[in-house]
């Protein structure tokens, strides 16, 4: 039973550049999520997905991020024109079920670095 | 607000030392507790969790309490193994949704 995939591991862009990342959750997870960790910090929430549906997007910037979970195929993390400051890991996580006695299971993580 | 704080790394020591890596949080509601684990190159997994005030989580020889006296969930282990080496993040939730890590305790064991 794989577990969560995420690619690529890392992933280099110039400034200005579109990085995507794409993450398959477990088997018979319907329910991802994408956290960032910047240098020396926890992991932070950016967005929950459904497929085909943004549930709470709350930790996403506002601009250049967006997510989505399409009825086949990966979610996708994409960020427009990378900044320095998007160096980050981006890890995602997947359950099966949701509520307060949730679990996530989380992927290897993508690495950016931006140039 | 919701977060956790956990005690600042690096953590050396010597194989069969014993462990304990602080965790305290900060929660609007009744959170549950969890503390994932990432070996190098690896993704984050679940070591232990749990869900209710004085409730025991334990795996592989690490054990937390949930104390909601203390507003803390200490990770234990009473001998450590030089396969222990990695990162321990103390996590809450409360929706289930949302996850809340500290920033990680990085942790080497030496023969």
């Known amino acids: 039973n794989a577990g969560v995939m995420q690619n690529p591991r890392h992933l280099v862009r110039r400034r200005g550049q579109e990085a995507r990342l794409r993450c398959s959750p477990m088997?018979?997870?319907?329910?991802v999520y994408w956290y960032r960790q910047l240098p020396e910090e926890g992991l932070k929430f950016m967005v929950y997905?459904?497929?085909?549906?943004?549930?709470?997007e709350s930790g996403m910037p506002k601009e250049r991020f967006s997510a989505e979970f399409p009825k086949e195929g990966p979610s996708i993390l994409r960020i427009q024109q990378v900044v320095r400051g998007d160096s980050a890991a981006y890890f995602c996580?997947?359950?099966?079920?949701?509520?307060?006695?949730?679990?996530?299971?989380f992927g290897a993580g993508t690495r950016l670095s931006v140039l | 607000g919701n977060s956790v704080t956990q005690m600042e790394g690096p953590v050396t020591l010597s194989e069969e030392a014993f462990l304990t890596i602080n965790c305290t949080y900060t929660?609007?509601?009744?959170?549950?507790l969890f503390w994932y684990v990432q070996y190098p190159g690896e993704g984050l997994q679940l070591l232990l969790k749990?869900?209710?005030?004085?409730d025991k989580g334990s795996n592989k020889g690490f054990e937390a309490t949930y104390r909601k006296e203390t507003t803390s969930f200490h990770l234990e282990k009473g001998s450590v193994q030089v396969s222990d080496s990695a990162v321990y993040f103390c996590?809450?939730?409360?929706?289930?949704?949302?996850?809340?890590f500290g920033t990680g305790t990085s942790l080497t064991v030496i023969p």
């Open positions: 997905l459904q497929k085909e549906n943004i549930i709470d």
């Open positions: 088997k018979g997870h319907s329910h």
């Open positions: 996590a809450l939730t409360l929706t289930g949704n949302q996850f809340y």
């Open positions: 929660a609007t509601g009744y959170p549950s």
């Open positions: 996580a997947s359950s099966h079920m949701f509520g307060a006695k949730n679990i996530q299971y």
């Open positions: 749990a869900t209710k005030a004085d």
